[in-house]
């Protein structure tokens, strides 16, 4: 399995600001993921982190308040932009291995609080 | 847009009982994954199954995946306080050089010791 770690690991800002949460896998993916997942709950997925290209947004998630970044095979930036206490949740990375099987694998998670 | 439905939501039941639970889809899916996550940390992958009819089996857990790779199931024998968790399947899609996974809402089960 790919060894995911995300930094920071929780988090609490003020309204207006960002934050970029880091994700870096251990291993090379084929694919990295950005998903928000409220306690408890499912994930959604937020979007689709291309290397070298722009991020595929989902539906209902736009670049410019969700930036991302994948540089190389193994490491990828998500910014929470001019948050609001909406935004307060777990972002969780995660990466894809189509090898041996379509596996995907996920990091601890950040928690954010906005106040 | 493919859609997932798990159930039970929410099971609570004592220790040494078993539970089984569902996953079901109107789509076909190249694999299904299973996750069970613990509050704190991110989802951590259980099992893959990929061939219509495979059963595979970890410990005190079962897992299969149905003869049409449209639904899966996770069965646990004799449960224990250390299986609460919240339990996701997901499907796999893959196809024209990409991929999708599609999560269920998962299953919040508790082990009453």
């Known amino acids: 399995s790919a060894v995911i770690s995300q930094k920071p690991s929780r988090d609490i800002c003020q309204r207006g600001t960002s934050l970029t949460i880091q994700c870096q896998v251990d291993?090379?993916?084929?694919?990295m993921f950005w998903y928000r997942q409220q306690p408890g709950q499912s994930l959604t997925l937020i979007a689709t982190?291309?290397?070298?290209?722009?991020?595929?947004?989902e539906s209902g998630f736009v670049i410019d308040k969700f930036p991302i970044s994948r540089p190389n095979l193994t490491f990828s930036t998500l910014t929470v932009s001019n948050m609001s206490p909406e935004d307060s949740s777990i972002y969780l990375c995660?990466?894809?291995?189509?090898?041996?099987?379509?596996?995907?694998?996920f990091g601890p998670g950040t928690r954010l609080t906005v106040l | 847009t493919q859609l997932l439905e798990q159930s039970p939501q929410f099971l609570s039941i004592q220790e040494g009982e078993n539970l089984t639970v569902y996953c079901n889809s109107s789509?076909?899916?190249?694999?299904l994954q299973w996750y069970r996550q613990e509050p704190g940390e991110g989802p951590v992958l259980l099992v893959t199954?990929?061939?219509?009819?495979e059963v595979k089996k970890l410990k005190r857990l079962t897992f299969q995946f149905g003869d049409a790779r449209k639904d899966s199931s996770l069965h646990i024998t004799a449960a224990q306080p250390g299986d609460t968790g919240l339990y996701l399947c997901?499907?796999?899609?893959?196809?024209?050089?990409?991929?999708?996974?599609?999560f269920g809402k998962g299953t919040k089960l508790s082990v009453i010791p």
């Open positions: 789509s076909v899916f190249s694999s």
């Open positions: 995660s990466g894809h291995r189509d090898s041996p099987y379509n596996e995907q694998f």
């Open positions: 997901a499907g796999g899609y893959s196809g024209a050089g990409s991929y999708q996974l599609t």
């Open positions: 199954v990929v061939t219509g009819g």
């Open positions: 291993s090379q993916v084929t694919m």
């Open positions: 982190a291309n290397q070298g290209s722009e991020a595929t947004y």
